[in-house]
């Protein structure tokens, strides 16, 4: 029979070897191994523990077993030390492989495009935004109050025959409903739901019965407007130059507002740029040419009351230019129906990379 002392030994023997073995494992099967053959149902612990019955003293009996679970402590300590030092490395090696350098360029082929459209329309609102517009929106289907009654359209007034209107059965608030012409719907609502002072600009699908190599009957606008006390012509003219130079990163564009008519606003103008035609081939900025790119004009003090506001205390300017066409002039784009074909090489070709987002000190379109 086994001598208590040797018992005793063999425990700390195997103590010592199972904390040498353990301190030099590398990786976690071989940590499950040692750990299943010393602290196991079959294990070294378990086989010393068996000795037990063969002592009859009760003091023997009770050493083997303290000593043995000390044992088994010490042991199962120093895997679980030495289980989260392997797991430490294993998750530190991971990092050193897996790492993801966020500064390289992304595979452009893999993102899309983002459409000269939204594109156009993310750097007119950067430039406005610079200069304290805020964003407002407006529904496509509207009424006539909105579209043209309250911007000083009177029923049968010739000027409603600027627009070819799609009208829709039905009406709102006793007002026929309509596919808005214009964003200057936009101007409307706001006036009816804000106090001034206001500045919004309002981009948005706007709908006129029109098709040909420049006209689609659906096309983006984007309408801008500023109520103020002390606003005036000079102030409008100023924003839109401002405008006009930043959108088209060119610094010194000429820029002409020539009278016109919009039943909304009194005096009304349109906006024309100098430019060169050669052989097809159009330069902005440069020659003997006009280009017209926008109207505008000061509110008709007849719109702000019909808006709920006092045209003695209060008096503004509005703006309004298509999107495509800006974007077309800029970006050489020729055809407009091109805008809406849905051909993904027209927009590999005349797209934006999405991450470009313009900004004035970024960039518009670098
Ligand atoms: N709504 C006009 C149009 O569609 C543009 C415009 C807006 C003109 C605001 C003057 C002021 O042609």
Known sequence: ?????????????????????????????????????????????????????????????????????????????????????????????RLGYEQIDITLPVRNERVGRIHPISQTIDEVIAIFGQMGFILAEGPDIENDENNFKALNFPDKHPARRMFDTFFLPGKRNDSQLLLRTHTSTVQVRTMLIQNPPIRIISPGRVYRRDFDMTHTPMFNQVEGLVIEKTINMSHLKGCLIEFVKTYFEIHSVPVRFRPSFFPFTEPSAEVDIGCLRNNGELKIGLGTDWLEILGCGMVHPEVLSNCNIDPSKYQGFAFGMGIERIAMLKYGIPDLRNFFCSDLRWLKHYGFMPLDIPTILGGLSR
């Open 1 to 93: 029979m086994d001598k208590l002392e040797d018992i005793i030994k063999n425990v700390e023997l195997l103590i010592d070897n199972s904390l040498q073995t353990i301190s030099k494992i590398k990786n976690l099967d071989e940590l499950e191994h040692i750990r299943v053959s010393t602290l196991g149902k079959r294990g070294s612990i378990s086989i010393l523990m068996g000795l037990i019955c063969g002592f009859s003293s009760n003091d023997a009996r009770k050493k083997i077993g303290l000593t043995l679970n000390d044992a088994k402590i010490t042991i199962s300590d120093a895997i679980n030390v030495r289980k989260i030092i392997l797991e430490e490395q294993i998750l530190n090696e």
